[in-house]
Nanobody, 114 residues
């Protein structure tokens, strides 16, 4: 069974920082790409950032330069550091992995106030 355990997020003011962590099993962490998506009601789900097993990253243009995704090898987790947060970053954030099929975390809320 694939488990993606998300933590972090919460409330922040614009300009502040938050981080999100998604931990999984060693088998998945060492063999599958992982990513963070976000979604707001009425809008399309958006890929925020992705990372390969070798640490190659890609970012949505809306977060490039502000968010950093990295692999925490000792924790079998990915860490999304979100700096210079904007109100428009408010969303439910979901961890994803493509280990054969697509698997999703339960989601974690990030709310940024002005």
């Amino acid at each position: 069974q694939v488990q993606l355990v998300e933590s972090g997020g919460g409330l922040a003011q614009a300009g502040e920082s938050l981080n999100l962590t998604c931990s999984t099993s060693p088998a998945i962490f060492n063999s599958a790409p992982m990513a963070w998506y976000r979604h707001n009601p009425g809008k399309q789900r958006e890929l925020v950032a992705s990372i390969t097993t070798t640490g190659l990253t890609e970012y949505a243009k809306s977060v490039e330069g502000r968010f950093t995704l990295s692999r925490e090898v000792t924790k079998n987790a990915i860490l999304l550091q979100m700096d210079s947060l904007k109100v428009e970053d408010t969303a439910a954030y979901y961890c994803w992995t493509g280990w054969g099929n697509s698997y999703w975390g339960r989601g974690i809320q990030v709310t940024v106030s002005s």
